[in-house]
């Protein structure tokens, strides 16, 4: 959201909400250092997918490509069904109404928009992880709230309308287990806070298997819990836009009837996209596998070159160190084609690691672990 401008605007002094400049804007420089590299960047900065979208899932959307209807805010039922069974066959999750699923443009909207859309606002706290995907922080300045990050294990202040949790972590990889989720859970409640879960990464797990907050092992009653999935990352679909949200069946009504009126709606060739993806699970394991390969060829690389691995146990990126101030890691990364993102982009606690995604090539990958060893 941009500031207005202008004279008139200068005069009643109408501004937009004070939002962090945009992160990946400050690796102008050390992008254009490591493209300067005689064999090309390799581009580790960013968690978008390089491989191609499964050809079942273009055929999916191809095939109502003809549809000049006004597709549902709901999802087709179709949608709604395949989520319900995926997520009951992928992660062990049971109780889950198919009234109670949501498609959303991508994740990223809803986790900007979500405070605005459950009514936080001035004077509302959101709580959000001591390291942390940017967006829940903007999320809550776009509603006017206070923004507090909690370190791991750390109980939500009074007056904190919605934590945000998640497991498998962006940036970390670092794994919540049930117990702790139950305990996260069983805070926010203590101080009335509805509680967030971004499940972007679960089925992404290396050295430990990520959980559902909506598992049974975590809540079997589903009460102000709501559950974030992303299809961008398992199914390759960050340009379709494709993700969905489910949980309390009352909050979920809550934000479909406000995303009616906002006109915040899945176009229905993606929602087709979606159900085939959901239906599916053989191309999520063949991408799984890629990036297995990827990160077993550049972990041992950093390891090998000085740097430390912390936690990291799933997802797509390993939270690196070399004991210097990140930006000083960035740049002597950069100085050898390879840009990655300094923890600062993920709060204060990341002032000495950088986030090293596994999403290039396995060409890049290997040339990244090459230069690591040169």
Not at 254 to 265: V, Y
């Amino acid at each position: 959201m941009s500031s207005a401008t202008g004279p008139d605007a200068a005069a009643s002094g109408r501004r937009g909400p004070a939002l962090p400049d945009f992160p990946w804007d400050s690796l102008a420089e050390h992008k254009a250092t490591a493209g300067a590299h005689p064999d090309g960047i390799v581009d580790l900065s960013v968690g978008t997918p390089v491989d191609p979208v499964p050809a079942n899932l273009q055929q999916a959307l191809s095939a109502v490509a003809d549809v000049p209807g006004y597709p549902a805010t709901h999802g087709t039922p179709a949608l709604r069904e395949a989520a319900v069974d995926a997520l009951r066959r992928r992660f062990g999750v049971t109780g889950v109404r198919p009234d109670a699923v949501l498609p959303t443009i991508g994740s990223k909207e809803l986790v900007a928009w979500l405070p605005t859309l459950l009514g936080v606002g001035p004077g509302d706290v959101v709580a959000i992880p001591e390291l942390a995907y940017p967006t829940y922080e903007v999320g809550a300045r776009l509603a006017g709230a206070d923004v507090v990050r909690l370190a791991p294990g750390q109980a939500p202040p009074p007056g904190t309308a919605l934590v945000w949790l998640n497991s498998p972590s962006n940036p970390t990889g670092r794994v919540l287990d049930g117990s702790e989720l139950a305990a996260a859970v069983g805070a926010a409640r203590e101080v009335g806070a509805v509680v967030a879960s971004d499940e972007c990464y679960l089925a992404l797990g290396w050295d430990a298997e990520p959980v559902s907050v909506l598992h049974p092992s975590v809540c079997s009653d589903f009460t102000g819990v709501l559950a974030v999935h992303s299809l961008s990352k398992s199914s390759n679909l960050a340009g379709y836009r494709a993700g969905f949200v489910t949980g309390d069946p009352e909050l979920v009504a809550q934000l479909l009837e406000l995303r009616k009126h906002a006109g915040m709606i899945v176009p229905r060739p993606v929602q087709e996209a979606v159900t085939a993806a959901l239906a599916d699970d053989a191309h999520v394991s063949a991408q799984r596998e890629l990036y297995a390969g990827r990160r077993a060829v550049l972990r041992p690389a950093l390891e090998a070159a000085g740097f430390t691995v912390e936690h990291s146990e799933a997802g797509l990126y390993l939270w690196s160190t070399r004991g210097e101030d990140a930006w000083a890691t960035v740049d002597w990364l950069a100085q050898r084609g390879i840009l990655v993102a300094p923890g600062t982009f993920y709060g204060p606690a990341g002032g000495r690691h950088v986030r090293i995604a596994l999403t290039a090539s396995d060409e890049r990958i290997a040339t990244a672990a090459k230069r690591l060893a040169e």
